[in-house]
């Protein structure tokens, strides 16, 4: 799970089905979650007298308010896509199709979204969210400048403003 939420690239997760236990945890290393609004999902560990111990304790309480992530993993609650968009667990919630495909396609929706942009400002910007949360907010605030300067001298941030004065899309190759 750490080598999923450590990735250098925005990483989406799609819950189509089923994902309790090491499923949603999974989900949970993701930085961005869709569901489709009949997916089952829950952090149903201690109905087995074990806890979450692939990173739920540590990043639901994260993603929700403290209490909210207790209640759930105390209970073994098993929720919906509806409840996890709700509790703001995933931030899309889509209604199911026939081939049972609806989040997976969401997905991809959103990966066509962040096609265009900068590669090397993706990167950037995730290190910065990532590594910022963790401290406080002036040490994140001087995290987020080394990340920008990490990227003034880079190619691709010439092409974007080019790109940007002569009007057309910019064509960026992560340089």
Known sequence: MN???GLPMPVLAAIDGTALGGGLEMALACD???AAAPAQM???ETRLAIIPGAGGTQRLPRVV???IAKELIFTA???NGEDAFRLGIVNHVVEQNDTGSAAYEKCLDLATEMLPN????????KLAINKGREVDL???LSFEEACYAQIIPTKDRREGLEAFREK???KYKGE
């Not at 900068?118 to 910007?125: D, F, Q």
């Open 118 to 125: 900068g590669p090397v400002a993706l990167r950037m910007a």
């Open 42 to 44: 829950g952090l149903v």
């Open 65 to 67: 308010p403290p209490h």
């Open 32 to 34: 961005i979650r869709v």
């Open 168 to 170: 057309r899309p910019p």
């Open 138 to 140: 002036m040490s994140g």
């Open 77 to 79: 609650r098993v929720f």
């Open 3 to 5: 080598e999923i939420q």
